[in-house]
């Protein structure tokens, strides 16, 4: 999943882009061979290489990065700038109902 976001300043002016990747990494793909997991892991550093060489941020999680959701979403904001952070506000619309309670 990548987004790229034009971060702009008060006027409203496009100032700078930012492309965040994040890669969720199953362990099915890292079974086998040692030699084709090894072209696995291979071609995954040098597809990373390419993106950070751009300017863009990479973020991994694998199966148990997701069962603590603060972590993760922690981890994948640590790629944006803080400004960028303090600025997001929540889609109600997205989020789950609350276990006993809809949504809010």
Sequence with gaps: MTWHIGLR???GDE???LSVHAEFDG????LGDST???DVVVAEKLREDAIR???GAVR????DDLRDEEAA???LCSAFPRSFIARLKPR????????GRGRL
């Design 53 to 55: 060489a751009t300017g």
């Design 73 to 75: 979403f922690g981890h």
């Design 27 to 30: 362990r099915v793909k890292y």
């Design 15 to 17: 100032r700078s882009r």
């Design 9 to 11: 300043d008060n006027a």
């Design 36 to 38: 084709a997991s090894s």
């Design 60 to 63: 991994r999680f694998v199966y």
């Design 92 to 99: 109600w619309a997205l989020m789950p109902p609350l276990e």
